[in-house]
C-alpha cells in the first residue's frame, strides 16, 4: 500500500476527508457492454490479431477486440482508397446531410454513449455530455457551412475581363487519424466530420482503450448514410499501428503528447504530406484584482478538474492576484473539497477517475515530490482505492517552484498549482514562459482589460471569465495551439480546408500571356508595363 493509500483509508475512517464517493448507479459494465454490442461495432475492424480493453471504473476487462497488424492496415488503407474515388463524386450537399442526420441520431441515442464514454475513460457523466455537445456543434455547423466552405471562389486574373480565375477545394484523398483516449467520441468522429463532408475517406486508430466509444460513433455515421468503405478503423499499439497509418496516409490528423507528435511530423514530411497536430499544454488562469472572486473561484473547479484534469486545454497554473488570493483560495479549496467523486452510470458525480495506472503513476509523483520539496497542500492530494482503482482527489497545490516537476511538466490530471503575483505585464510574462501555447484564461470585471491581456497571451485560444468552453464550443473560430502545443487548427473554415488541396483553375480569353496581334517583344513588353501601371491605379487587388 502507497503512502496516499494508507492515508486516504485513514481519512475514511476518522471522517476527516470532506470529499465524498458519490452514489452507485445500478448498471454495471456487463449490462452495456454485452457480446452482441461488441460484434457489431467491431464488425469491420480490419484485424488478424486479439486485444483487449477495460474500464478505469474497477480495471475489470470490457471486450476482446481484434488487433490489426502492419498489413491489416495496408488494406484498410485499400478499401478506404477504392470508396473514396465514389464519395468525393457526391455532391457536398448530399454528403452535408449525413452529417445532419448523424447530429439527431447522437442526440437521439446519447444515453449509449455516455455509457460506453464513462465506462471507456472513467469520466464523470457531465464531462462526458461535454463530448456529446462537442459533437453536435461541430455536425450542426459543418452539416451547414461545407457547401459554403468548399464552393469554388472567384478570383481577380492576372489580366482582369481576359483571365478567369477559379479557385477549387480538392479533397486530399484518404486521411489518416490517430485519436486519443481522453475524448474518445469528440477527438475522433468530431476530427473526421470535416473530413467526410469534405470528400474524404478516413482511417481511423483510436486508442483500444477507448475505441468502443469511437465504433459506435462510426456505426452511427453509417446509419446517417456514410458509406461504410469510407470509414476505416485500425486497433492497435501505437508504436506498431501509428506509423504505418502515417505510411499510407493522403493528410494525417493526430491529437496527442507532444514527443509523438514530433515523431508523426517528421514521418509525415518524409513523405511531403500534410499535417495537423494538437499536443500537449501547461495551461495558466490569471485572475487579476478585479475579478468576481467567487465567479473566478467556481469556474476554477471546471477549468482544473473537468474529466479529472485529463484534458489538453484545462487549466494546471493558477496565477492569483496578491491582493486577493487569500479570499480566492479560501473559496476555491472550500469548492474543491466540496466535490463528489463517483463511477456511476447517472449523472451526480462531480469528478471521475484517471484513464490508468500510468496517469495515476504520474499525478502521484508530481503531487508527492512538490509537498516534499516544500509546496503545501491545500486540498486533496490522495489516491482514493476506496471508490476504484485510478481516482485521485482534485488536488490544489500553494508555493510550488522550480524545479518542481509539477512546475512545468504538463500533469494531464487533477493538479493545479496557485502562484501569486501583484504586476501584469510580469504574470503576462510568467504565464507565456512556457514551450506550449494551447489555452488560458484571464478573469476581469473589465471586459476591455480582459481583450488587452489575451491579445498578449501566446495561446491558440483564450476565454475570458471562463477556462475552456467558450472558445473551444465556438466552431465557427479556429481552436489549436502556439508554439509546442501543435501545427494548424480544427474548427472553422481552417477545420475543413486543412482536408483539401486549393486547385486554381485559369481560363485565358482573347489574347495569350505572350506577344499578339502583330507585336513584338518590345512593343507587348511595353503594352504590359502600361497595364500593369493601370491597374495601380484603378487599385486593383
Given at each position: 500500500?502507497?503512502?496516499?493509500?494508507?492515508?486516504?483509508?485513514?481519512?475514511?475512517?476518522?471522517?476527516?476527508?470532506?470529499?465524498?464517493?458519490?452514489?452507485?448507479?445500478?448498471?454495471?459494465?456487463?449490462?452495456?457492454?454485452?457480446?452482441?454490442?461488441?460484434?457489431?461495432?467491431?464488425?469491420?475492424?480490419?484485424?488478424?490479431?486479439?486485444?483487449?480493453?477495460?474500464?478505469?471504473?474497477?480495471?475489470?476487462?470490457?471486450?476482446?477486440?481484434?488487433?490489426?497488424?502492419?498489413?491489416?492496415?495496408?488494406?484498410?488503407?485499400?478499401?478506404?482508397?477504392?470508396?473514396?474515388?465514389?464519395?468525393?463524386?457526391?455532391?457536398?450537399?448530399?454528403?452535408?446531410?449525413?452529417?445532419?442526420?448523424?447530429?439527431?441520431?447522437?442526440?437521439?441515442?446519447?444515453?449509449?454513449?455516455?455509457?460506453?464514454?464513462?465506462?471507456?475513460?472513467?469520466?464523470?457523466?457531465?464531462?462526458?455530455?461535454?463530448?456529446?455537445?462537442?459533437?453536435?456543434?461541430?455536425?450542426?455547423?459543418?452539416?451547414?457551412?461545407?457547401?459554403?466552405?468548399?464552393?469554388?471562389?472567384?478570383?481577380?486574373?492576372?489580366?482582369?475581363?481576359?483571365?478567369?480565375?477559379?479557385?477549387?477545394?480538392?479533397?486530399?484523398?484518404?486521411?489518416?487519424?490517430?485519436?486519443?483516449?481522453?475524448?474518445?467520441?469528440?477527438?475522433?468522429?468530431?476530427?473526421?466530420?470535416?473530413?467526410?463532408?469534405?470528400?474524404?475517406?478516413?482511417?481511423?486508430?483510436?486508442?483500444?482503450?477507448?475505441?468502443?466509444?469511437?465504433?459506435?460513433?462510426?456505426?452511427?455515421?453509417?446509419?446517417?448514410?456514410?458509406?461504410?468503405?469510407?470509414?476505416?478503423?485500425?486497433?492497435?499499439?501505437?508504436?506498431?499501428?501509428?506509423?504505418?497509418?502515417?505510411?499510407?496516409?493522403?493528410?494525417?490528423?493526430?491529437?496527442?503528447?507532444?514527443?509523438?507528435?514530433?515523431?508523426?511530423?517528421?514521418?509525415?514530411?518524409?513523405?511531403?504530406?500534410?499535417?495537423?497536430?494538437?499536443?500537449?499544454?501547461?495551461?495558466?488562469?490569471?485572475?487579476?484584482?478585479?475579478?468576481?472572486?467567487?465567479?473566478?473561484?467556481?469556474?476554477?473547479?471546471?477549468?482544473?478538474?473537468?474529466?479529472?484534469?485529463?484534458?489538453?486545454?484545462?487549466?494546471?497554473?493558477?496565477?492569483?492576484?496578491?491582493?486577493?488570493?487569500?479570499?480566492?483560495?479560501?473559496?476555491?479549496?472550500?469548492?474543491?473539497?466540496?466535490?463528489?467523486?463517483?463511477?456511476?452510470?447517472?449523472?451526480?458525480?462531480?469528478?471521475?477517475?484517471?484513464?490508468?495506472?500510468?496517469?495515476?503513476?504520474?499525478?502521484?509523483?508530481?503531487?508527492?515530490?512538490?509537498?516534499?520539496?516544500?509546496?503545501?497542500?491545500?486540498?486533496?492530494?490522495?489516491?482514493?482505492?476506496?471508490?476504484?482503482?485510478?481516482?485521485?482527489?482534485?488536488?490544489?497545490?500553494?508555493?510550488?517552484?522550480?524545479?518542481?516537476?509539477?512546475?512545468?511538466?504538463?500533469?494531464?490530471?487533477?493538479?493545479?498549482?496557485?502562484?501569486?503575483?501583484?504586476?501584469?505585464?510580469?504574470?503576462?510574462?510568467?504565464?507565456?514562459?512556457?514551450?506550449?501555447?494551447?489555452?488560458?484564461?484571464?478573469?476581469?470585471?473589465?471586459?476591455?482589460?480582459?481583450?488587452?491581456?489575451?491579445?498578449?497571451?501566446?495561446?491558440?485560444?483564450?476565454?475570458?471569465?471562463?477556462?475552456?468552453?467558450?472558445?473551444?464550443?465556438?466552431?465557427?473560430?479556429?481552436?489549436?495551439?502556439?508554439?509546442?502545443?501543435?501545427?494548424?487548427?480544427?474548427?472553422?473554415?481552417?477545420?475543413?480546408?486543412?482536408?483539401?488541396?486549393?486547385?486554381?483553375?485559369?481560363?485565358?480569353?482573347?489574347?495569350?500571356?505572350?506577344?499578339?496581334?502583330?507585336?513584338?517583344?518590345?512593343k507587348y513588353a511595353a503594352f504590359m508595363t502600361r497595364s500593369l501601371s493601370a491597374m495601380k491605379r484603378l487599385r486593383l487587388k
Amino acid at each position: 500500500m502507497t503512502d496516499s493509500q494508507a492515508q486516504a483509508e485513514t481519512q475514511q475512517k476518522t471522517g476527516t476527508n470532506p470529499i465524498a464517493a458519490a452514489p452507485e448507479g445500478a448498471r454495471t459494465a456487463s449490462d452495456v457492454v454485452t457480446p452482441e454490442l461488441v460484434a457489431q461495432l467491431t464488425r469491420d475492424v480490419v484485424g488478424s490479431g486479439r486485444t483487449a480493453n477495460h474500464t478505469p471504473f474497477t480495471g475489470e476487462k470490457l471486450a476482446d477486440l481484434p488487433e490489426s497488424t502492419p498489413e491489416d492496415v495496408a488494406t484498410a488503407f485499400e478499401r478506404a482508397r477504392a470508396a473514396q474515388e465514389v464519395w468525393a463524386k457526391t455532391p457536398v450537399r448530399q454528403r452535408a446531410a449525413v452529417l445532419l442526420r448523424f447530429h439527431d441520431l447522437v442526440l437521439a441515442r446519447q444515453a449509449e454513449v455516455l455509457d460506453l464514454i464513462q465506462l471507456e475513460t472513467g469520466k464523470a457523466r457531465l464531462h462526458a455530455h461535454e463530448e456529446v455537445q462537442a459533437v453536435a456543434v461541430a455536425a450542426r455547423h459543418y452539416g451547414r457551412k461545407a457547401p459554403s466552405y468548399l464552393k469554388p471562389r472567384r478570383h481577380t486574373g492576372a489580366v482582369p475581363t481576359l483571365t478567369k480565375v477559379t479557385e477549387l477545394r480538392q479533397p486530399r484523398g484518404v486521411v489518416g487519424q490517430i485519436a486519443p483516449w481522453n475524448y474518445p467520441l469528440e477527438l475522433s468522429v468530431g476530427d473526421a466530420l470535416p473530413a467526410f463532408v469534405a470528400g474524404n475517406a478516413v482511417v481511423m486508430k483510436p486508442d483500444t482503450e477507448t475505441c468502443l466509444t469511437a465504433l459506435w460513433a462510426r456505426d452511427l455515421l453509417i446509419e446517417a448514410g456514410l458509406p461504410a468503405e469510407v470509414f476505416q478503423v485500425v486497433l492497435g499499439e501505437g508504436p506498431v499501428v501509428g506509423p504505418e497509418l502515417v505510411k499510407h496516409a493522403d493528410y494525417v490528423s493526430f491529437t496527442g503528447s507532444t514527443r509523438t507528435g514530433r515523431e508523426v511530423a517528421q514521418g509525415a514530411a518524409a513523405r511531403l504530406v500534410g499535417v495537423s497536430l494538437e499536443l500537449g499544454g501547461k495551461n495558466a488562469m490569471l485572475v487579476l484584482e478585479d475579478a468576481d472572486v467567487e465567479k473566478a473561484a467556481a469556474g476554477a473547479v471546471r477549468a482544473c478538474f473537468s474529466s479529472a484534469g485529463q484534458l489538453c486545454i484545462s487549466i494546471e497554473r493558477l496565477y492569483v492576484h496578491e491582493s486577493i488570493a487569500d479570499v480566492f483560495l479560501e473559496r476555491f479549496a472550500a469548492r474543491t473539497r466540496g466535490m463528489r467523486l463517483g463511477r456511476s452510470l447517472a449523472y451526480g458525480a462531480d469528478m471521475g477517475s484517471l484513464v490508468g495506472e500510468r496517469q495515476l503513476e504520474t499525478v502521484t509523483r508530481h503531487v508527492e515530490e512538490a509537498v516534499a520539496k516544500g509546496a503545501t497542500l491545500v486540498a486533496g492530494g490522495v489516491a482514493r482505492p476506496d471508490i476504484g482503482p485510478y481516482f485521485f482527489e482534485p488536488t490544489i497545490l500553494d508555493g510550488v517552484e522550480a524545479p518542481m516537476a509539477v512546475c512545468g511538466e504538463e500533469t494531464f490530471g487533477p493538479v493545479v498549482s496557485v502562484y501569486r503575483f501583484t504586476d501584469e505585464d510580469e504574470v503576462i510574462g510568467v504565464a507565456n514562459a512556457t514551450p506550449y501555447g494551447l489555452n488560458s484564461s484571464v478573469w476581469t470585471k473589465d471586459a476591455k482589460r480582459g481583450h488587452a491581456v489575451a491579445a498578449r497571451l501566446r495561446t491558440g485560444t483564450v476565454n475570458i471569465n471562463e477556462g475552456y468552453a467558450p472558445a473551444y464550443g465556438s466552431v465557427q473560430s479556429p481552436m489549436g495551439g502556439m508554439k509546442d502545443s501543435g501545427l494548424g487548427r480544427r474548427h472553422g473554415s481552417e477545420g475543413i480546408l486543412k482536408y483539401t488541396e486549393a486547385q486554381t483553375v485559369a481560363h485565358q480569353r482573347v489574347m495569350p500571356m505572350a506577344p499578339s496581334f502583330g507585336m513584338d517583344d518590345e512593343k507587348y513588353a511595353a503594352f504590359m508595363t502600361r497595364s500593369l501601371s493601370a491597374m495601380k491605379r484603378l487599385r486593383l487587388k
